[in-house]
C-alpha cells in the first residue's frame, strides 16, 4: 500500500468543502483573524472561463450540443450552458439506491459548489418551522428559535444581498432587504389570478444584487444566472466570500482534495483530515486543531460514516446512531400551462432577473381540517428567455409543418406558456436515510453512500393540493393546463426524492445527545472541535429552499467556533 504523506504543520482549523456552508465559514473564520486551510474536492473556480453568461448558442461548438449531439437527445451530463461543474452522475463517484427506494443525488464539484449555479430564492424559515414537533406533533424539535437565528439571518441577507419586500406574513418572515424587481407580463397575470383566488403574491426573495454590495456590482438584468454571473451580482460563495478572503493571506486552498477520512485520538478528538489528493492519487493527511466539515448534506453524513475507529465503530459522533437519518427533500410538484392571453405578444425585453419575480408564500397556515400538514409555496417560471438549445419553452416541439408557417406558429405560441412549481415542507420519516454500502467504493477507494427514500400520505396530499391550486390559478388566467413538467414518481405527480435538491438532515442537531449528533452550535457531542456547516444539522425541510438557511447557521457555527477558539476550549 502506497505511504500516507503527513503533514507536520498542525492547521488551525481545516473546512472541508466550498460551497454554501464552507463558503461561509471561510468568510467568517477569516475575518475573525483565523487561518483556514480549505479542502475542495473540486478544481478552483475561474468565472471568465467558466461562467457562460451572454454566450449565444452559435458562438460555440455544435451550437453547445455537445460533439455527438448528446443534448438533443437527453444524454448529456447537464446543460452546457448552466455554470460548471454540477450533475447528476459524477464520473468516477457511484451512490447506490436500496431495492424498492427513489433517488436522485445532484452534487457539484468546483470552487464554490452547487452555489455557482443555484435558483438563488432566499426564504427565510418561520418561526413554527423551527419548533415543527411543538406546533403540529410531527417530526423534531430544532435546538434553536427563529428569535436565536433571526440575527444570523440579518447577516446573512445584508451579505448576500436579497431582493424582497416587508409583508408581515408568518409564513414568509421579513428580512433586511435590497429594492425589489417589478413584476414582467406573465407574473402580472399570475397575481391578477391569484388575487381573484385569495392567494397572495408577492416580491420574490432572491440573491441578487437591485443595487452595488460590498463591492459587487447591481444586476444589469440579463437574466443569466444559471449560466453563472462574472459580475458577481448573483450570490456564489466563491465569487463573494471566498475570492475575498484569498485577499487577507489567511486562507490556504487545497482543490482537487476528496476527504476520506476524519482521524481522532484517544480522547476523541479530531487530530487530523485524510484526503486523496486527485491529481497523484496520493492519501495525504494534514494535521487540524478544529475541523469545519461542509461538504453538503450527504457527503458530510458519508464523511463521517466512513471514519471509524475503536471509539467510535458506528462511525465518528455517532453514539446515538442518529448519522444517515433525519433525511429529507422538499416535496416538488410543477405543473405548465398555457395561455392565450400570452399568446403573439410584440417581442420585448423581460430578461429581469435569472430567476422568477413574483412567488405566492404559503397562505393556509391557519386554515382548519387541512388533509395535510405544514405547506408549500409557489416558484413561477415563464416568458421569454435568451435562447439556447431545446428552448421557447418547448413550443419547437409541440408545433409541426415546415418554413414560415412553422416560425410564424412558433413565434406566436413563445412565451405563451407558464410554470408553476410547488415546494413543500417533508418531515423526516423512518423510510428516509442514508448509509454506508458495503459493497461498493467509488473511485477513489472510499465507500459509497447507499440511499433509502419513502414519501407518506403528508407529502402525497400535499402534491395532489399543489395539482389543485395550480390548475386553479392557470384556469383563472383562462388557460389550460398542459401537464406536469418535473421527473415525477410513477403515477403519483410527486417528485422523486434528492430531485429538488434541497437534500437536508443526515447529521441532526438537537439538545440531548442520545438522539442527536451535534449540539445547538453544530458542534458534535462527542468530539468538541468537530462542527458541521451544511444542511447535515437540519432537524427537518420546511417549504422554504434550504441555502439562506444553510448560510446563517454557518456564520453562527463560525462565529462560536472562533469565541471558543479564542477561549482555549478547542
Ligand atoms: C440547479 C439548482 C438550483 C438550486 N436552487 C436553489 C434555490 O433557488 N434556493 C436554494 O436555497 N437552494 C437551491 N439549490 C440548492 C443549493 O445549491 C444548495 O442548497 C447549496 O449549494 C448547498 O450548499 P452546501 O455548502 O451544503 O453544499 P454544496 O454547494 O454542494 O458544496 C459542497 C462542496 O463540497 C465539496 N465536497 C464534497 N465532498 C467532499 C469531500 N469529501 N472532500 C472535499 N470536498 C468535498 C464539493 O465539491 C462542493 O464544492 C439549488 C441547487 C441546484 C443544483
Ligand atoms: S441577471 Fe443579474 S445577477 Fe443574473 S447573471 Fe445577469 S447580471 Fe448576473
Sequence with gaps: MPQVQRSPQVHDVVIIGSGAGGGTAVKVLTDQGINVTLLEAGP????QKDFKEHVWPYEVDNRGAGAAAELYFGRQQWNYFAAPNGYWQVPGEPYTVASGSQWQWFRSRILGGRTNHYGRISLRFSDYDFKAYSFDGLGRDWPVTYDEMSPWYDKAEEFIGVTGTREGLRTAPDGKFLPPIPPRVHETLVQKSCAKLGIPCIPSRMAMLTKSVHGRAACHYCGQCGRGCRTASAFTSSQAMIFPAMKTGKVNIISGAMARELITDGSGKVTAVSYVDKATRTEKQIRCR????AASACESARLLLNSKSPQFPNGLANSSGQVGRNLTDTVGFALSGHIPALEGLPRHNCDGIGGMHVYVPWWELDKKNKEFPRGYHIEIGGGFNMPELGNFHGVAQTQEGYGTPLKDEIRRQYGAHIGLSGRGDMIPNEKTWCEIDPNKVDEYGIPVLRFHFGWTEHEIKQAQHMHQTFTSIIETMGGTVLGPRNPARDGQGISIGGSIIHEAGAVVMGDDPKT????????????????????APFCGNPDKNVTLTIVAMSWRTSEYLAEEMRKGNV
Excluded: G, T
Aim: with cysteine.
Design 44 to 47: 478552483m473556480l475561474n468565472p
Design 516 to 535: 442527536s449528533v451535534l449540539n445547538r452550535y453544530c458542534q458534535a457531542h462527542e468530539v468538541k472541535n468537530l462542527f458541521v456547516a451544511d444542511a
Design 290 to 293: 478544529a475541523v469545519v466539515v
